[in-house]
């Protein structure tokens, strides 16, 4: 049995990702595949314990470099319990962020080292890395205007502009080095030339993989 695929989509806060993962999910599920639909932080139990520590703690002053800790301590156990053992039967999983996100948060916005984050990645991971990320590329102003529409903001929604524009920055500098896996979608246009977009990728990449 083949390895399963792994897809992520990632992109600032309000890019519309999060809205995409279940037309990613159908379109596979199309082919025959049987997909699992899962995001970072998060995915499983203790995943999830730490992505509310993450993402709503106010009471408890967490630092870049523990942020950055944390969240390769659930995509360990992410990966341990969840993600590589359905790839190893087939299956394929599309995950809302991954270590892109790490790279992007992190080390654009808070600054952590990349060669810091490089080692976590290799020791978490070894040699897996998606297939393919679909990376829903927005303005600052706008995810964030996006995003404040929708819910009270959470720990980092409440981040300046400034710091997703250092977010941003590092995901379209990742596009530029690895522009075969990273495939950059304008998510400044409207939802239904978004999803265009998003199937045309995804019918480029499905034709080379079948």
Request: hydrophobic share 40%; proline share 3%.
């Amino acid at each position: 049995m083949s390895r399963g695929l792994f897809i992520t989509l990632e992109g600032i806060e309000g890019a519309g990702k999060s809205s995409n993962l279940s037309h990613v999910q159908d379109l596979l599920a199309r082919t025959g595949r049987d997909v699992i639909v899962t995001r970072e932080p998060g995915g499983t139990a203790l995943g999830e314990r730490i992505r509310e520590l993450l993402l709503h703690s106010r009471d408890v002053d967490i630092s870049a470099d523990t942020e950055t800790l944390l969240i390769f301590a659930a995509r360990a156990d992410h990966l341990q319990k969840l993600v590589s053992p359905a790839l190893a039967q087939g299956k394929s999983v599309v995950c809302d962020r991954f270590t892109d996100a790490t790279f992007a948060y992190q080390g654009g916005g808070r600054r952590v080292a990349h060669k810091r984050i490089a080692t976590l990645e290799t020791w978490v991971q070894g040699e897996l890395r998606p297939d393919l990320t679909l990376l829903f590329d927005v303005a600052a102003k706008i995810g964030l205007e996006r995003a404040g529409n929708r819910s009270s903001p959470d720990r980092f929604e409440r981040e300046d502009r400034e710091f997703f524009e250092r977010v941003r920055q590092a995901y379209l500098e990742a596009a530029r080095r690895e522009p075969a896996r990273i495939r950059v979608i304008d998510a400044s246009a409207n939802p239904a030339e978004v999803r265009s977009q998003v199937d045309r990728v995804m019918e480029d990449f499905l034709r080379g993989v079948d």
